[in-house]
């Protein structure tokens, strides 16, 4: 048998990505730009609810959106269609986005716009409830979007995602009437996986709780943007 | 399928760790994985042994993988419990007011070289 030395690592294995991450973040906060990263699975209603956001913010600041998708350009062509800057990413096959990912989208954005300066830049994550909350991609604010249709366990069942978000938006709240979705049963779910989140009952599709969602990010943008 | 991105990196670091101690070739390379860290172990190899191929220092080198238990803390009690069996509430006293311990690790541990 061959005989071999033993090297000691002792090494998180994405404490590379944990760096990378907050050096993207750093950089961001000194170019006052916010970075908000969106999670879901797929079919929650994250572009729907993007574009509704961006809407709201447009009127105030610059923003832009990076799309990451495994394949196909449909969610950056709604969003390019409406008006506003986007670049479609693929990971190929990747089920998430790091913080490198990150940092090339956003350089990427900038040269295929031609801006001088996001106020706002959001990144629609793949469509996975799962590994994407595993990895820091950088951002000021992750939000998660659980929809009725999903059902109310889902903080039960994928508590990860649940515990990094400062803010849950429920969405499809007009499809409530023919789910047995239990509101107060997700507000548990979401408090027993993060004592301060924000939970946003809304219908990004008819604008139903929009507005107190809208106000948050504002917020959160105006602090992040004064330092 | 996070597992192939988490392979990618552990393979980046391990090519490091070579480089530094001036080493071309890597036997083995040995993981501590929480239980409740979301690693499926079976996927994770499966994952190693595409991705090995495409680095030299790594090629022939085998993944070793250690668990580390999941321990939950109780606040409220100030007991420890296994997390797997019992989840976010305390056997001991039916409290919600707990928290992860252990089990939640990722992290390389060490890597076997040849003797010079």
Redesign the interface.
Known sequence: M?????????????E??DADANLLRENLRNKRTFYMNVMSSPGAGKTTTILATIKALSSKYKVGVLQADIDSDVDALTILNAGFPCIQLHTG????L?ADMSRQAIKRLYEVSSEEHYDVIILENVGNL??PA??DTGASMDVVILSVPEGDDKPLKYP?VFEKSEAVIINKIDALPVFDFDMVKVHEGVR?RNQTSKVFPVSALNGDGMDAWYEFLMTKVEAWQNG | MHELGVVFYVIKDVANVAVENKVSTVNSVTLEIGEVSGIVHDYLIDCWNWARKKEPCVENAELKIETIDAVTFCENCEKNYPTVAYGKICPHCGSDKTYLVTGNEFMIKEIAVPED
């Open positions: 061959n005989r071999c030395d033993i090297l000691d690592v002792k090494k998180t294995i994405l590379d990505n096959g990747m089920c998430h790091d799962v590994c595993e990895f990860l027993m």
